[in-house]
């Protein structure tokens, strides 16, 4: 995002800007109009009108195929016995609960984007940094498309619905240019609330997002390096295999995991699955991408209700992320939490 787009918005948001619990009502797009005709036609749905195909986000892209690239090596057959260590898959295991859950499911999705809950800043803030160790971009640009996202569901201006296509809703969209994205307008209607804080707008200026990702897998880098140094009695090479170990597993892996299983909610969940609404999009209730994804599978009964912090609604629904926004709450760190309605 462009360090001018930022500057813009910071100058414009002021006055003008109202309650953010109004903000995300105003946006949820997402009540079956009156007449029951949700006017889609699966075999019709274009791209999104601002989106160009042959235009590719270059560092995007490259990003994207050099993670996947490096958790490729964790099963490669002549480089995964190296690269293999129980504690880099136990590490990865944990992160994807403390990154991929705390991070994006709870934090940059729940918290800042349908605001199901208030807790105390340092804890917004904190969660945020969890989201942004995922590659997932920063707070601000997350929240404004996935607002977009319920605003439009299923319908052209939606950026990434998959019945444009499976791969276009899945991954296509994240590669190519939407010039939408980018522009001041976008970022005032839809996350006016989130720049209101000096701390989500700076992460927009000079990408300050990635540098958060980066330097969070220099520590796991780090640490695995001292990790194994320590537990061989001081052998450079074993301390190298752990470093190494430690970056394929818990942070490329960990990251190519949270990464689809997020993309899995807009693709696989708004295609297979049952439906316990009548929402005017093809959203899914899907068991497999809620278990690989802390409870957002359940994407039918949250477009239903996007404001609802649990998103499993009948007793077999399991949803971990819930689980965890109730343990918030018991022990006073989670406020105004927003239940489903009967
Ligand atoms: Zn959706
Ligand atoms: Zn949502």
């Not at 990865?92 to 729940?110: A, E, S």
């Not at 984007?113 to 995922?134: D, Q, V």
């Not at 444009?164 to 976008?186: A, N, P, Q, Y």
């Amino acid at each position: 995002m462009s360090e001018s787009v930022c500057e813009e918005t910071g100058t414009a948001t002021g006055a003008e800007i109202g309650d953010k619990t109004n903000l995300v009502n105003d946006i949820a797009g997402d009540a079956m109009p009156a007449d029951g005709n949700i006017g889609i036609d699966p075999q019709a749905l274009p791209r999104p009108e601002a989106t160009n195909p042959y235009k590719l986000m270059w560092s995007y892209t490259i990003v994207l195929v050099a993670v996947h690239v490096i958790a490729l090596y964790a099963i490669l057959p002549w480089t995964y016995s190296y690269l293999f260590t129980w504690s880099g898959l136990i590490l990865g295991i944990l992160g994807h609960f403390v990154f991929g859950m705390l991070g994006i499911t709870i934090g940059y999705h729940r918290l800042l984007t349908h605001r199901g809950f208030t807790c105390p800043k340092w804890l917004e803030h904190s969660l945020a940094i969890l989201g942004m160790c995922n590659l997932q971009d920063s707070p601000a640009r997350w929240v404004a498309i996935h607002r977009m996202h319920h605003q439009h569901s299923d319908h052209q201006p939606d950026p990434h619905s998959p019945l444009v296509s499976f791969l276009w809703g899945h991954m296509g969209w994240v590669i190519c240019r939407h010039k939408e994205l980018d522009r001041t307008s976008h970022y005032e209607r839809y996350v006016r609330d989130l720049l209101r804080d000096p701390f989500y707008l700076k992460l927009e200026r000079r990408d300050g997002w990635f540098f958060v990702f980066l330097a969070h897998s220099f520590v796991i880098t780090l640490a695995g390096l001292i990790f194994g140094y320590a537990i061989s009695g001081g052998v450079g090479s074993e301390a190298v295999r752990y470093a190494a170990s430690w970056t394929v597993w818990a942070v490329a892996v960990r990251t190519v995991f949270v990464l689809h299983g997020t993309w899995s909610v807009n693709s696989l969940s708004h295609v297979f699955g049952y439906r316990n609404y009548k929402t005017r999009d093809h959203s899914t209730n899907n068991w497999l991408v809620a278990l690989i994804s802390h409870g957002e599978g359940w994407h039918n009964n949250h477009h239903a209700q996007p404001r609802s912090a649990a998103h499993g609604h009948r007793w077999w629904e399991f949803d971990m992320s819930w689980r965890i926004i109730q343990g918030l709450e018991m022990v006073g760190l989670a406020k105004d939490v927003v239940r489903p309605k009967r």
